[in-house]
């Protein structure tokens, strides 16, 4: 007589989209026949982490991310998966020109460059964005690219300086970063940022000739690039960013749609993480163990295995008493915090904008405001008809200190920005402000290294994974893949074999 199978426990520990799409992947497998039961804990009394979009007046305001890289599957894969295929959209990219601050006014970046490096030739000649030394500096790249460095990271200001000279670093590299990641191009890593440049580097030597190489046979318009795409010279005909037409919400719903209410907790923090009494050998084998996982109210769950899908700051926290050193490993990934200054205006103000997708502001030009997005014309459907929504992005490592301002001084101080630098004096229809504490994770030189050694502590401590944005990318998509691939290796511990049980069935 067969013995009847063990249901396995996986507790998935913070509901971001990355414990979302942990828990959906688990969710999937159990009704595939996957003897397992996955339990959700988050300790907001709502899920979707900085994931958040809100209807205001008309318009839809997203408080964090507001689309993600078309080039990175995940998301759109995932969107299509959930049957939100018919609400994903592009960006309006036939109107993408992204403006840089340069000694007070706005100057567009040159069309074809391709993240950094160029790719046409005029529009470089005649940007007023790099001095003649910076200009001469990025036409001989091609020529006589700087040997690699025998390093095994640096920093992306370095490495930029090395092939296109400092003007380039602090017109255009550093406020890119500023924009995307809250980030600082002198401490971020070139090798985790931006990887496709540094193989290029060790593959070709000169970036241009590799761009422009890559450019021919990929046939793409190597149109002026906002840079978060990286300037991929392989996304073909995809737009540069995707969103949802109801909001980047829209997915997150979705997915927590698909769970079990019942196994969902929310405003539960975790407090703690331990053994389980009872020594090894919960599975059955001698080397696995069972976890306590211990939340505020003196509620507490045991599992078979855990996922942490948290800032690796808390996920730091909750692991130091099952392995110090991976702690102290967690604990060294720095993360920025950010704030979204996001204002509706009406007609008069929209028609005043230049044309195109907003603006970076460099360190030198002394603002506050990293970035500005001008919503309205980015994607359809963010705001009535003939309105404006300009989306401010402040904070960063460059300003921490803005999270502790008032609302009152924060808006009185994005309006007088907004006044110098775009003539808008106009009263807001609607402002909302969101905060975003310790939430972008920094890859700082080295990061590759550090989840390299990560990894190799995870590998001694079976029943434990980590998903989230800390290790290996910090968009939507990245977040999904890793909350995925959570998910599957804890499938892969606690019911090694289901695939191959499911198919034996499958085919009796
Ligand atoms: C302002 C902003 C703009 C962004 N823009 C973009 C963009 O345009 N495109 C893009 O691709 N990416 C963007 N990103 C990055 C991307 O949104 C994030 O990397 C991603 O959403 C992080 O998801 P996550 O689930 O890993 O983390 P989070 O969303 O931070 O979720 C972690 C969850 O864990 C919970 N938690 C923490 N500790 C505990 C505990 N002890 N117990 C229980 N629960 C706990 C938290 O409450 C939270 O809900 C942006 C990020 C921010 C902040």
Same mark, same amino acid.
């Given at each position: 007589m067969t013995e009847p199978v063990k249901t396995r426990?996986?507790?998935?520990?913070?509901?971001?989209?990355?414990?979302?799409?942990?828990?959906?992947?688990?969710?999937?497998?159990?009704?595939?026949?996957?003897?397992?039961?996955?339990?959700?804990?988050?300790?907001?009394?709502?899920?979707?982490?900085?994931?958040?979009?809100?209807?205001?007046?008309?318009?839809?305001?997203?408080?964090g991310p507001d689309s993600f890289l078309a080039e990175k599957p995940e998301a759109a894969a995932m969107a299509r998966e959930l049957g939100l295929g018919d609400d994903l959209m592009g960006s309006n990219d036939h109107a993408r020109r992204t403006y840089i601050l340069h000694h007070r006014r706005l100057v567009p970046l040159p069309d074809g460059l391709m993240f950094l490096v160029p790719t046409r030739i005029w529009?470089?000649?005649?940007?007023?964005?790099?001095?003649?030394?910076?200009?001469?500096?990025?036409?001989?790249?091609?020529?006589?690219?700087?040997?690699?460095?025998?390093?095994?990271?640096?920093?992306?200001?370095?490495?930029?300086?090395?092939?296109?000279?400092?003007?380039?670093?602090?017109?255009?590299?550093?406020?890119?970063?500023?924009?995307?990641?809250?980030?600082?191009?002198?401490?971020l890593s070139m090798r985790s940022v931006l990887p496709r440049f540094w193989e290029m580097e060790r593959k070709h030597g000169s970036l241009t000739r590799a761009t422009l190489e890559a450019v021919r046979h990929r046939g793409t318009d190597g149109k002026n690039s906002s840079g978060s795409a990286a300037g991929n010279p392989q996304s073909g005909k995809l737009p540069l960013f995707m969103t949802l037409k109801?909001?980047?919400?829209?997915?997150?719903? #979705?997915?927590? *749609?698909? %769970?079990?209410?019942?196994?969902? +907790? $929310?405003?539960?923090k975790v407090l703690t993480l331990e053994f389980a009494p009872g020594g090894p050998g919960g599975l059955g084998d001698s080397c696995s163990r069972r976890f306590l996982i211990n939340c505020e109210s003196y509620k507490a769950y045991d599992a078979d295995a855990v996922i942490l899908a948290l800032p690796a700051r808390h996920a730091s926290g909750?692991?130091?008493?099952?392995?110090?050193?991976?702690?102290?490993?967690?604990?060294?990934?720095?993360?920025s915090s950010s704030m979204t200054v996001s204002l509706?205006?009406?007609? #008069?103000?929209? *028609?005043? %904008?230049?044309?195109?997708?907003? +603006? $970076?502001?460099?360190?030198?030009?002394?603002?506050?405001?990293?970035?500005?997005?001008?919503?309205?014309?980015?994607?359809?459907?963010?705001?009535?008809?003939?309105?404006?929504?300009?989306?401010?992005?402040?904070?960063?490592?460059?300003?921490?200190?803005?999270l502790s301002m008032f609302d009152e001084a924060v808006l009185e101080g994005v309006r007088r920005e907004l006044k110098a630098i775009l003539k808008i004096d106009a009263e807001p229809i609607f402002y909302r402000i969101h905060e975003w504490p310790d939430s972008m994770a920094q890859y700082a030189v080295g990061h590759k290294t550090r989840v390299g050694a990560i990894e190799e502590r995870l590998h001694d401590l079976p029943g434990i994974?980590?998903?989230?944005?800390?290790?290996?990318?910090?968009?939507?998509?990245?977040?999904i893949r890793t909350g995925r691939a959570a998910a599957e290796k804890a499938l892969d511990q606690v019911a090694p074999g289901w695939r191959g049980t499911q198919k034996s069935e499958g085919s009796k």
């Open positions: 426990r996986v507790v998935v520990v913070g509901g971001g989209v990355s414990g979302l799409s942990a828990a959906y992947t688990l969710a999937r497998a159990r009704q595939a026949g996957a003897p397992i039961e996955e339990v959700l804990i988050e300790s907001n009394p709502w899920l979707g982490g900085v994931v958040r979009s809100e209807s205001v007046e008309g318009f839809l305001v997203e408080a529009p470089m000649v005649t940007t007023g964005l790099l001095p003649l030394s910076a200009k001469l500096k990025a036409a001989g790249e091609m020529f006589s690219s700087p040997p690699a460095t025998e390093k095994e990271d640096e920093s992306v200001a370095s490495f930029v300086k090395r092939h296109f000279g400092r003007a380039m670093v602090e017109n255009i590299a550093d406020p890119l970063l500023a924009g995307v990641y809250g980030g600082d191009a002198e401490a109801g909001g980047l919400q829209q997915m997150t719903q #979705k997915l927590a *749609a698909q %769970l079990d209410k019942y196994r969902i +907790f $929310l405003g539960r909750l692991i130091a008493p099952l392995d110090h050193r991976l702690s102290g490993l967690l604990e060294g990934i720095p993360y509706g205006f009406d007609e #008069k103000v929209r *028609a005043a %904008l230049p044309p195109g997708f907003g +603006f $970076l502001v460099p360190r030198k030009e002394q603002r506050r405001m990293l970035a500005c997005t001008f919503v309205h014309a980015k994607f359809d459907h963010r705001a009535p008809q003939g309105k404006a929504l300009l989306r401010c992005f402040l904070g960063g490592t460059r300003d921490p200190d803005i994974y980590l998903a989230g944005n800390a290790y290996s990318g910090i968009g939507i998509s990245d977040c």
